[in-house]
């Protein structure tokens, strides 16, 4: 059997603007918004980790590339997710 996983208590200060988004989307879902937020982590987290496996993927075909024109695409796509637009 599994253990359940253990969690730390933490303590976040958050914008106003930012608190009464997430009192909204917590009635919305009929949750608490410490359940949101919790969620929105771990999305963010989730996202972040999506963009460098992306990163990666496109510094591989790069690095691959012979096609002047194709490299310099993926220069321009990698200087955006590093740098924005």
């Known amino acids: ?3 359940p996983e253990r969690v730390v208590r933490q303590s976040v200060s ?7 988004q997430v009192k909204t ?3 919305r879902q009929r949750t608490s918004a410490n359940r949101v937020i919790v969620n929105l982590i771990e999305a963010g987290l989730e ?3 999506r963009e460098k496996h ?3 993927a496109l510094a591989e075909q790069l690095a691959q590339s012979s096609s002047v024109s ?5 220069k321009e796509e ?7 637009e």
């Open 54 to 56: 992306e990163f990666f």
């Open 47 to 49: 996202a972040r980790e």
């Open 70 to 74: 194709e490299q310099k695409r993926l």
């Open 1 to 3: 059997m599994t253990q």
């Open 25 to 27: 989307l917590a009635e």
């Open 14 to 20: 958050l914008p106003t603007r930012v608190a009464r």
């Open 78 to 84: 990698l200087a955006r997710m590093t740098f924005g």
